[in-house]
């Protein structure tokens, strides 16, 4: 097969598994919203205090969001044993996984990111902060997928990898949700988010560069286990 | 994998220490013969240098007494973190050459890299109370620790999770040299975050903060601190080479030999 039809058929096919269950589509928004609702709850309704934290609430909440979906990034095919066959495969596995990161972003990062705005109306996060807010999720989601798919790809074989994964890649998410969060707080405190920005997009290229190398030898050593 | 003929940098002596090192029984009697004078030098060192900065130097014009825990809470911290890259750096060769040695090096760091985060967390804890009046601030370094600190836990909880151990030790170097990737990103990305904790005392550039008179104990501390890593992690090394190797003759040989 073509490599370009090859690389074309996985990604199709990646999009086709997510559409097919459009319910499973919802849930990481649902959850985005279920868990914002615990703030105010638990932080009281106070508009002063909520719009503090909202920057802050919001990452957090997507954060979860996008550690609790990677989770099962590749377990559907370890389980049926495509994944054996993507490993025997001619192509090299570094860019097999892209399209698995491609639309685990679009559908718990992306999605995430284009409805974050209206979370943060009601978290009173002020206007002039969305932007930032949706520009920093798209890159910080891009970059918490290809660190959360090593953690997945690690624990894939394991029966009980739920908790263990975010013990493994909590750590690596933490100056994802440091920049993401300054970037906010920069674009409400009247400062350039840009840096912050970069920032995110240079941890982005590093992790597009590496990721994949690491996420491929977690695989191999899954698969042989 | 490597071919022996092909022109290399590295010696024919080094290659030959390279196979010694990937055998069990001579590292298990080398490392013998290495604790056996590591260790009283280690212990020896510890007393020194912790009598020498307890009871020998003056106390600290701002500070008074309290600052004294740094003669363990520094060695603690300098080591741990030396010992996640010497867990990484076996993880890569375990993972390169497939040395059988390396990963037990790498598994036998863990638990002492751990030990040592969580003592430079306590002791940190109880200087931060008379320094800064809480028992934990939010500080970059304080919480950098306590980041390392669950990267080691993840190794090991991730160890304990494979059933087929050859399989665990893949992963764990897998896992460890993600995080080497990441250690400085999240140092840098956790100390632009926030910091309250008095700038770096000790300067490799440039003149020291502290007295000369505090930093040579303090000296002599990192230095056992680092003699003391050394010894717990090949003690760990030699359990888990008799644990692997127990049906071995080798092995059998020792048990009989030492009653």
Request: aromatic share 12%; proline share 6%; charged share 10%.
């Given at each position: 097969m073509?490599t370009?039809?090859?690389?074309?058929?996985?990604?199709?096919?990646?999009?086709a598994?997510?559409?097919?269950r459009p319910v499973?589509?919802l849930n990481?928004?649902l959850?985005?919203a279920?868990?914002?609702?615990?703030?105010?709850?638990?932080?009281?309704p106070?508009?002063d205090t909520?719009?503090?934290?909202?920057g802050?609430i919001?990452w957090i909440v997507?954060?979860?969001?996008?550690m609790?979906g990677?989770?099962?990034?590749?377990?559907?095919?370890f389980?049926?044993?495509s994944?054996?066959?993507?490993?025997?495969?001619e192509?090299?596995l570094?860019f097999v996984?892209?399209p698995?990161?491609?639309?685990h972003?679009l559908?718990?990062?992306a999605?995430l990111a284009?409805?974050?705005?209206?979370?943060?109306?009601?978290l009173?996060?002020?206007a002039r902060?969305t932007?930032?807010?949706?520009?920093?999720l798209l890159l910080?989601?891009?970059v918490?997928t290809?660190?959360g798919?090593i953690?997945?790809a690690l624990?894939?074989?394991?029966?009980?990898?739920?908790?263990?994964?975010?013990?493994?890649?909590?750590?690596?998410?933490?100056p994802?949700?440091?920049?993401?969060a300054?970037?906010?707080?920069?674009a409400?405190?009247h400062?350039?988010a840009?840096?912050?920005?970069a920032?995110?997009?240079?941890m982005?290229?590093?992790a597009l560069?590496?990721?994949?190398?690491?996420?491929?030898?977690?695989?191999?050593?899954s698969v042989?286990? | 994998m490597?071919?022996p003929?092909?022109?290399?940098?590295?010696s024919?002596?080094?290659w030959?220490l390279?196979?010694?090192l990937g055998?069990?029984?001579?590292l298990y009697?080398i490392?013998g013969?290495?604790l056996?004078?590591?260790?009283?030098?280690?212990v020896?060192?510890?007393a020194?240098?912790?009598?020498?900065?307890?009871?020998?130097?003056?106390p600290?014009?701002?500070?008074?007494?309290?600052?004294?825990i740094i003669?363990i809470?520094?060695?603690?911290?300098?080591?741990?973190?030396?010992g996640?890259y010497?867990?990484?750096i076996a993880g890569a060769i375990h993972?390169?050459?497939?040395?059988?040695?390396a990963d037990?090096?790498?598994m036998a760091?863990a638990p002492?890299g751990?030990?040592?985060?969580f003592i430079?967390?306590?002791t940190g804890?109880?200087w931060g109370?008379?320094?800064?009046g809480?028992w934990?601030?939010?500080?970059a370094?304080i919480t950098s620790m306590l980041?390392?600190l669950?990267?080691y836990?993840g190794?090991?909880?991730?160890h304990?999770?494979y059933?087929?151990k050859?399989?665990a030790?893949?992963a764990?170097?897998v896992?460890?040299?993600?995080g080497?990737v990441n250690?400085?990103i999240?140092?840098k990305s956790?100390d632009?975050?926030?910091?309250l904790?008095?700038?770096a005392?000790i300067k490799?550039?440039?003149?020291?903060?502290?007295d000369?008179?505090m930093l040579w104990?303090?000296?002599?501390?990192?230095?056992s601190?680092?003699?003391l890593?050394?010894c717990?992690?090949?003690g760990?090394?030699?359990?888990?080479?008799?644990?692997?190797e127990?049906r071995?003759s080798w092995?059998?040989r020792?048990a009989?030999?030492?009653g």
């Open positions: 073509a370009s039809s090859f690389y074309g058929a996985l990604l199709r096919r990646q999009l598994l997510a559409l097919r499973q589509l990481p928004l959850f985005f279920v868990v914002i609702l615990l703030f105010p709850l638990g932080l009281g106070a508009p909520l719009s503090n934290f909202a802050g919001l997507a954060l979860l969001a996008n609790l990677v989770d099962s990034l590749f377990r559907g095919d389980d049926d044993g994944l054996d066959q993507l490993l025997l495969a192509q090299p570094y996984v892209l698995y990161f491609f639309v972003w559908l718990n990062g999605l284009l409805l974050a705005p209206l979370f943060a109306l009601m009173g996060l002020p902060a932007g930032v807010l949706v520009l920093s910080g989601c891009g918490m290809v660190l798919a953690g997945a624990t894939v074989g394991l029966r009980r990898g739920g908790m263990l994964i975010v013990l493994l890649i909590t750590p690596f998410y933490v994802v949700l440091i920049f993401g300054a970037a906010v707080q920069a409400v405190a400062q350039p840009g840096p912050y920005l920032l995110l997009a240079a982005l290229s590093l560069g590496l990721g994949p190398a690491a996420v491929a030898a977690a695989l191999r050593i042989d286990s | 490597f071919a003929d092909a022109p290399s940098i590295i024919d002596d080094m030959s390279f196979h010694k055998s069990p029984p001579w009697r490392s013969s290495i056996r004078w590591l260790l009283p030098i280690a020896l060192g510890l020194v240098g912790a009598t020498w900065g307890l009871l020998y130097t003056a600290d014009f701002r500070q008074g007494n309290s600052y004294r003669y809470h520094v060695p603690a911290a300098v080591v741990a973190l030396a996640y010497v867990m990484a993972l390169i050459w497939k040395m059988k040695i037990v090096a790498m760091a002492v751990a030990a040592l985060t430079a967390l306590v804890s109880i109370k008379p320094t800064w809480a934990w601030v939010w500080d370094r980041i390392l669950f990267l836990l190794v090991m909880a991730l304990e999770a059933d087929n050859a399989a030790s893949r764990c170097a896992l460890a040299l993600v080497t250690i400085p999240i140092y956790v632009w975050w926030y910091s904790h008095q700038p005392s490799f550039s440039g003149a020291s903060t502290i000369p008179s104990p303090l000296l002599v501390c990192i230095i601190f680092y003699a890593f050394t717990a992690l090949l760990n090394m030699r359990v888990a080479i008799l644990q692997r127990r071995t092995v059998r020792l009989v030999e030492t």
